[in-house]
């Protein structure tokens, strides 16, 4: 597509559920990211992919958190047994990848509004 | 540790009014980027800037300038004959080659508010 798409773009779901949030990149763009952007925290990082090497992992805020990235394209964020402080907005970026071009532009999806009641 | 700070939580200016937003790094890699989002209402972050930390010219892109200055951290955008439309939450942001990925630190964001 033209842009990062991410579905769904509001997600309302009770406590100790879980979820699947999605994330189209633009093709052709081998690195993706996800970020969380809660009230009084900012923007903060979860997880970058790489085309085939191993996801730095190193923002995840708990166990609860995965994300795959299948293909190389798509990517899933998801959250396990929900908890309060998980609502957010969930923002996933793409860029031409890394190297001499490691940090290039990442263009951001328009992200998903997550809300645990 | 890597850090960005963005000391002005909000800042409200009149139209045509010109209007600067700090922004200060940390970073003990000697190769960096150094990048400017502007978050409109609708939510996505829009690129606006990147700076290469070998690069200290300062830019000028119609009515956004940015000046960076290693020898005090600082990377600071300004908006001259600011708008209506310029109204949004502007972030800045910290990426550091040396570690092999575009992975973003950014700062708490600055709230703009432009009055008519």
């Known amino acids: 597509g033209a842009g990062v798409s991410q579905s769904p773009s509001n997600k309302v779901t009770e406590k100790g559920k879980d979820v699947e949030l999605r994330c189209d990149p633009i093709?052709?763009?081998?690195?993706l990211y996800w970020y969380r952007q809660s009230l009084g925290q900012g923007l903060e990082f979860l997880i970058y992919?790489?085309?085939?090497?191993?996801?730095?992992k190193s923002g995840l805020p708990s166990d609860r958190f995965s994300a795959e990235r299948t293909g190389g394209s798509v990517s899933t964020l998801t959250i396990q047994r929900t908890q309060q402080e998980d609502s957010a907005v969930y923002l996933c970026?793409?860029?031409?990848?890394?190297?001499?071009?490691?940090?290039?532009?990442?263009?951001f999806g328009q992200g998903t509004r997550l809300t645990v009641v | 540790a890597q850090k960005v700070t963005q000391a002005q939580t909000e800042i409200s200016v009149v139209e045509k009014e010109d209007v600067t937003l700090d922004c200060v790094y940390e970073t003990r890699d000697t190769t960096y980027y150094l990048f400017w989002y502007k978050q409109p209402p609708s939510g996505e972050l829009v690129f606006l800037i990147r700076r290469n930390s070998f690069d200290e010219q300062n830019e000028i892109s119609g009515r956004y300038s940015w000046n960076f200055q290693k020898s005090t951290s600082s990377f600071n955008f300004t908006i001259t004959a600011s708008q209506v439309v310029d109204s949004a939450v502007y972030f800045c942001a910290l990426s550091e080659r040396a570690r092999g990925t575009g992975k973003l630190i950014f700062g708490q964001g600055t709230t703009l508010q432009v009055k008519p």
């Open positions: 093709s052709g763009h081998t690195a």
């Open positions: 992919f790489q085309g085939n090497s191993a996801p730095d």
């Open positions: 970026a793409s860029s031409i990848g890394q190297g001499a071009v490691s940090a290039t532009e990442a263009f």
